[in-house]
C-alpha cells in the first residue's frame, strides 16, 4: 500500500478542454476515459433537488459498469429542465462517438452555479476539438479542471500489492463549500486498474463515503450535485476481487484512506477556512447520539465563529450540544481542547490562557466526554471568517 | 388597543444600576417590581444547559405569582454550577429584602457571556445603592440595560380597552445574536396591570411566544438563558380574567402583536445584519412541512450570504429545500422574490434583472409554493453578513 505521486492507472486517458463555461482562461471540462469497460460505483446526493447529471449516471449506472466520465466545472446543470437533461446526454454522446464506447457507458458530472444552462455554444466545439486532437493529461491536471472556489487541486493514488501484481488507485476530489455531512458532498472520481467486480466496488465506496466524506462538514448546506464515482478497469491484471474475498480488504482499506485524505484536504480548502478542526464526542449513549452532538457542534455558528477569532469559548460548546437534540446531563460533561480540560462535570475549570494557546494553533481537536456511555463520532470541520461571507456573497458577480 | 408610547403599567417601578459587569460606563443591571404581587407566567429556553437564573425561575414560577424581577446583562451566569446558583439567589434575596417582598416572588435573569461567575463583589455594593436610593426609569431604561449586542433597545407599550376600565401592557426585549427558532430565543419581560388569572396567563403566553419569538432566526443558535416572562399585578382594576373569559382575548390578540413587534426588531437587530427577510411557505402538505422547509432556507448559510451580496440566487433556496428533511416533487415548486416569479415548476424563469432588483431592498418576502397541498408557514430572518463573523469572532475580547 505504498503512496505514488499522482500516478494513473494503467488503461486510463485524461484530457481537458477549455470552454470558457464561467470564464475564459482555464480547462473547466475534463474527460476520463478507460480504453476497456469497467467496473463501476456511484454514491450520490441525498438532496431532493438533483443536478441532470446525477439523474442520468444513477440510471446509467445501473448496470455496474461504466468507460468514462466527462466532467465540467463552472455550472451545475441543475434545476435547468428538460434541456439541462439534454445537454447531459449531449456530452456524453459525444464522448462516446469519439472514443467509441457505448453512450450508456459515459457518465457526467457538472459543479457550479445552479439554475443556469450549460453554454453548449462554447462547450461542443471545445469538448470535440479536445477529443479529436487529444493531448494525454496527468492527474493534477484533471483535478485543477474541476475546481470553483477550490484554491488547490486534491489528488491522491496509491498502491495495492496483491499476490500476482500491483494495481493502482487514483482519486481526484473538489469541493469547499456547499458541504454538509450526510452526504457525498463534493465530486470526486476514484480510477483504478483493480480487477473487481461491480457489487464489491459498490459495498467497498458506499462504506468508505459513510466514513469519510460524510464526516465533514464546511456550511451544512447538501449540494444538488454530489457525486462520488469509481472506475474499475481491472487491466492490472488481478484475479477478479469479490465482496470480501482475496483482495477486498486491502482494496477497501486503501479506498477509506485515500477519501479520508481528500476529505481532509476539502476541509483544509473550506471556503475562507483558517482552521482545521476535528470534534470528537465520546462516551455517549450511543454513536447516534455523539453523532448528533458532533454535528451541532461543527455547525454551530458562534463556535465556528469563535473559532475563526482565537476565543477559547467553551460556552458556546456546552450552548450547542445543549440544543442538540439529544438527552444528557450537563453535570457529567467533561471539554478538552486538545489535551487541555477546559470543562469539569458541565463546568468552566480556568484553564483559559493554556486553552487560548491551543486556539492559536491551525489544526485543533475538541473532545467532548458524555462520561456515560460508549458512544463516539467524529467530524472534521473549520473555522468561520468573513472570507467564507465575501466568497459567497459574490459568487455569481 | 391603542398605541402609548412606552408607558409603564400602573404599581410597576424600574429601577437601574451600573456595575460594570462586562465593562464599565453603563446601566448593566434593572429590576422591575410591582407594588402588590402579581400573576406570573413564564417561557424558557429547550436547551439542555440552562443558566442558573432559568433554573431558579422555573421553579419560583411553579406557584404563578411573582413581584420582581432582577435582570443583569454582560455575563449569562450560564455552566456556572453551584456558586452560579448560589449568586442568583442572592441577587434576589437582595431585591426581596430591599423591597420588601418574598423572596420566592422575585425572579432572575441574565445574558452575556457563558461560563463566567458573576462579578458579586461590584454587583453587590451597585444593586444595594440602587435599592436603597431608588431612581424611577423609564421602560427605555430597562431596554437599554438588558442589551449586549443589541443596537438599539426594544420596547413597546399598548392599551387594552376593558368594558370598566383600560389596562396597559408594556414590554422590553433584547436578543441580536443566539437566535433561532424552536425556543424563546432571547430575554424578554411584560408588565401588565390587567387583572388576569396566572392559568390564562400562561395560556397567552404560551401561544403568543409560539407564533412571534418561535418564528425568527438569527444563527440557528439557541442560547442557554431564554426567558419571556409576563407579570400582571391587577391593579388597573378590572374583573379577573380567566381563559377564554372575557377580556381575555383581547390581551391574547395585543399580547401576540407586541411580541411580534419585538421579533420583528430583533431579527431587524439581527448581529451584522442589514436585510429583514421573510421566508414564506405555501403548499406544502402540513403546517410541520412548511415550518421545516422554511427554517431550512432561512437558515441556509449559502442563502443567508447570497442575500448579503444581493444575488438573486433562487439555486441555493432549490438546494436547501431539497436537503430539508421533506419529500416533495422538485417539478411543483414555485419560487417568487417578493412578486416576482423566479422558479415555475421548479426551473429558473429568467427574471434575473426583476429578482436583482428586488434584491437591492432591505426587506424582501421570499415565498415558496410547493403547490401540492395546504400547508404554510413563515419564519423571519435577516442575510449573514462579514460583520456577524466579526462581532462573534472577537465577542470576549
Known sequence: MQESEHKLPKGFIITTAEAAIKAPGRRDIVVISSTTPASAAGVFTRNVVKAAPVLLDMERLRDGCAQAVVINSG????????QGFANAVEMSAMVADALHIAVDN??????????VQLPMERIKPALYESLANPVNRTL??????????????????????????????????????MIAPDMATLLCFVITDLNIDHTALQL??????????????????TSTNDTVLVLANGQAGNERVVAHGYGFHSFRTVLQEMLMELAVMCVKDGEGATKF????????????????????V??????????????ANWGRIMAAIGYSGVTFNPNCVDVYFDDVLVVKDGYGVNNDSLAYEVFKKNDI?????????QGAAKIFTCDLTEDYVKINAHYRS
Open 75 to 82: 455550472n451545475a446543470n441543475a434545476c435547468t429542465d428538460r
Open 106 to 115: 459515459c457518465l457526467v458530472a457538472s459543479t457550479g452555479v445552479i439554475g
Open 140 to 177: 493534477l491536471d484533471a483535478a485543477s479542471a474541476i475546481m470553483t472556489t477550490d484554491t488547490f487541486p486534491k489528488a491522491v493514488s496509491r498502491d495495492i500489492e496483491l499476490a500476482s501484481c500491483t494495481a493502482t488507485v487514483s482519486a481526484i476530489a473538489k469541493g469547499a463549500g
Open 204 to 221: 467497498a465506496l458506499t462504506e468508505a463515503v459513510d466514513k469519510t466524506f460524510n464526516r465533514i462538514t464546511v456550511d451544512a448546506d
Open 277 to 296: 478542526v476535528t470534534i470528537k464526542v465520546v462516551g455517549a449513549n450511543s454513536d447516534t447520539d455523539a453523532n448528533k452532538l458532533a454535528r451541532t
Open 298 to 311: 461543527a455547525n454551530s455558528l458562534l463556535v465556528k465563529t469563535a473559532i475563526c477569532g482565537g476565543d
Open 365 to 373: 481537536v475538541i473532545t467532548i466526554n458524555m462520561n456515560t456511555g
